[in-house]
Structures are given as C-alpha cells and as structure tokens.
C-alpha cells in the first residue's frame, strides 16, 4: 500500500500495492499502525456501501459537524467514480480548494479524507458501488453539506449530474 499526500492537508491517495499469482492476487487495503504514523485516524467504527444504478449520478458534498466530524476512507468497490474533496477547514492554507480523482475498480486507489472537509463523487458507470470506512458514526442532526456547483469552489466535474438528491442539489451557497 503507497500513501501519498495530495494539495489538501491530510487528503491521503492510497493506491494499492497488489501481489499477484496464478490464484489472483492480494493488497493490504488498510493498515492502523501506518495510518496512526502519519497522523491519520485509525479508528473505524461503521462502514457504508452506496450503490449507484446509472452513470452520472451526483452523491454530496456531506461532512458532519463538530463534535462529530468523521475521517472517511473511501474505495470504489464495482465501476467507477470520479472522487471529490473540499477543504472546509477555516484556519488551512487550502480552504476552499479541492481535489479530485478518478476511483475504479481497476485502478484500486482509494481516498482517506481526514476530519474537515467536504466528500462528493459523480459516478463514471452504471452500476457502481462505493464503500466507506468511516471513523464516527453517523449523526443525523450533525449532517451538512454544499452544493457540488457552488462558484465559491468552482469543482471541475467531468460530467453534467443525471441523477442527484432534491437535498444535495439544493444545498446553500457556501457562506464562510
């Protein structure tokens, strides 16, 4: 497993380092000693699994309030996505930029989104699946989220929505 740092402070690219044989081949996807080293959270206590039917579909940006902010690993388990990030934090020389990267079952990268910033993707397939290791766990009233077009991050999407949730397409203009 490589880790590798990204524009965004904490936003940790994980690609996969796997070993092949006639069987297959097998990679660590995970590995809490190494995530504490660098200063990444290490704990897990819920995984989530969103299946997407159609291409173009539009899930986010959510992040979870204080004093439940959730550092999230991210992998796309079947098909393909395009994975988005937004520095929210106010105090980091990066806020309001973001980083994007494409997911797949073939590339094998996956995304760790630290405590902070915003989480998004648009899906590249049909039939996609994305799976979540999640360091909190989930609390409705501590939901938030902005709007994937909002000018004040001006997001390179690959591709125009087809498919998104009356809540995240109507999300407010960000206000910092």
């Given amino acids: 497993m490589k880790l590798s740092d990204t524009e965004l402070p ?16 097998f990679a660590r996807t995970f590995d809490a000693a190494e ?10 206590v819920q995984c989530n ?5 159609a291409r173009g579909t539009l899930r986010g940006l959510h992040h979870q309030a204080a004093p439940h902010e959730e550092a999230k690993l ?23 930029d973001w980083f994007g990267q494409e ?11 630290p405590e902070g910033l915003a989480h998004g993707f648009i899906t590249l ?6 799976l ?5 766990p989930y609390e409705a009233s501590a939901a938030r989220g902005v ?13 125009e929505p087809v498919m998104i949730s009356e809540r995240d397409r109507t999300f407010p203009d960000f206000q910092c």
Avoid: H
């Avoid at 994975?83 to 934090?89: E, G, K, N, S």
């Fill in 132 to 136: 979540y290791q999640m360091s909190e």
């Fill in 125 to 130: 397939t049909d039939d996609s699946e994305v």
């Fill in 74 to 96: 991210v992998r796309c388990s079947r098909g393909a996505i395009f994975d988005v990030a937004v520095d929210l934090r106010p105090d980091s020389p990066t806020f309001r």
């Fill in 35 to 44: 995530w504490k080293a660098r200063g990444m959270s290490s704990r897990v």
């Fill in 147 to 159: 709007r994937w077009d909002d000018p004040a991050f001006a997001i390179e999407w690959p591709l």
């Fill in 10 to 25: 904490g936003l940790i690219l994980v690609e996969l380092e796997p070993v092949s044989d006639e069987r297959g081949s």
């Fill in 103 to 113: 997911l797949s079952t073939e590339n094998g990268r996956m995304l760790f989104v």
């Fill in 49 to 53: 699994l969103s299946r997407n039917l």
